[in-house]
């Protein structure tokens, strides 16, 4: 509890909690809300009116800025339950240092400890019993930020909500993914916002995605916008594979998200003794080792995804199948010591786990 002192926060409670109608074992990924919202307001750079409240619908005017002009980002990370009924958020941490570098690539403020730390431990505090407490189970939290200006001229807005509410969750994804390697869309570019979790990078997604849909693909590998020569990011997750026994990843950089999934499993995978390689992938190499038979596993990682095979990677005309999930071994092994630290199963040699 190290990481909340008291501050001044208004509340608001519900008078009756709407857990009791909610079947935390049959939720499809992001439908259902908690009791509670935290927000908070920036004006001229400084938060007030710090708020947990009901969760619940926000009046604004049609010329909001950041419907308009898109200053908007966001956050994700899990709370678990553990074995102990303890109630840990995974690096909460590296998130909100995430969330301002994000805030400051979008020309908005940045949130200080008070808003973001205090506000996601008090939340979490508040509904604590909406954190599911079985396997591949937890509350997803998802602090946002957007512009609140109502004014059509394009500039930077100069008042902000910030806000965070939760949703309890099960598996983003429920089986192995077929990919395929996009080589016309992009998204993101050299010195864009590929880095950072602006809502725009989600929307310029989605008709790739949805095309690469119909024609029978789970998700997109992206890959570099300059010749498409490099690959870079799995979908809204971050890329790893394994050829010749090595685990292997893009490096992080502007054009790729800084995974927070992504950093814990290169630590872990390491203090194992054995070898990762964060270095530039070529699509040729990663064609050439499925070819031969030496890419003897894929999965894409992040909060929601946590760690996700793909069991087939489509690029130009061919579709590649990978060796089955069964033979599989490093996959299975992060997956299962993640899970086991953050159900409280097995120590916490990092010192992820914080708890509310
Ligand atoms: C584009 C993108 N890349 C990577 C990730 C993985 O990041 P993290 O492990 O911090 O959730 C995410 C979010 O889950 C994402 O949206």
């Known amino acids: 509890m190290a990481e909340v002192h008291e501050t001044n926060i208004r ?6 909690s709407r857990l009791p109608e909610v079947d935390l074992k049959n939720i499809s990924f992001g439908t259902i809300f908690t009791d509670h919202m935290f927000q908070a307001d920036s004006v001229e750079g400084s938060w007030t009116d710090l708020q947990l409240l009901p969760y619940g619908p926000v009046q604004f005017n049609p010329a909001l800025m950041a419907l308009h002009y898109g200053q908007a980002i966001f956050e994700g990370m899990k709370a678990f339950r553990t074995v102990d009924n303890e109630v840990v958020l995974f690096r909460p941490r590296a998130n909100f240092e995430r969330f301002n570098i994000s ?8 949130t200080t400890e008070e808003v973001f730390m ?11 019993d909406w954190v599911p407490g079985f396997d591949n189970s937890s509350l997803y939290v998802r602090p946002f930020m957007y512009a609140t200006d109502q ?23 429920s089986k192995p993914l077929r990919v395929k390697i996009e080589k016309h869309y992009t998204r993101s570019a050299k ?41 870079e990011e799995a979908g809204t997750a971050n890329f790893m594979f394994v050829i010749d026994g090595t685990l292997v990843t893009p490096p992080v950089k502007d054009t790729i998200l800084k995974g927070i999934t992504r950093d814990s499993i290169v630590t872990l995978v390491r203090s194992w003794g054995m070898e990762v390689q ?13 070819e031969k038979g030496r890419l003897q596993e894929a999965f894409a990682v992040g909060t929601a995804a946590t760690v996700t095979h793909i069991s087939e990677i489509g690029h130009e005309d061919r579709v590649y199948r990978l060796p089955a999930v069964e033979k599989r071994e490093l996959a299975p092994r992060i997956l299962e010591t993640l899970n086991d630290i953050r159900y409280g199963r097995a120590e916490d040699p990092f010192g992820w786990m914080v708890k509310v």
């Open 11 to 16: 509340v608001q409670q519900v008078p009756r």
């Open 103 to 110: 805030a400051e690539r979008m020309c908005m403020p940045v």
């Open 118 to 128: 205090e506000g996601l431990f008090r939340l979490i505090d508040m509904d604590r």
């Open 151 to 173: 004014f059509l001229g394009v500039r930077p807005s100069h008042t902000y909500r910030f806000a965070i509410i939760c949703s309890p969750a099960g598996a983003y994804y």
């Open 191 to 231: 010195g864009g916002i590929g880095y950072a979790k602006a809502a725009a990078n989600y929307g310029l997604s989605l008709l790739p995605t949805k095309l690469a849909q119909e024609a029978g693909f789970d998700q997109i590998i992206w890959t570099d916008a300059v010749n498409h020569e490099y690959v």
């Open 278 to 290: 964060e270095r530039e992938v070529a699509v040729s190499e990663l064609v050439e080792a499925m």
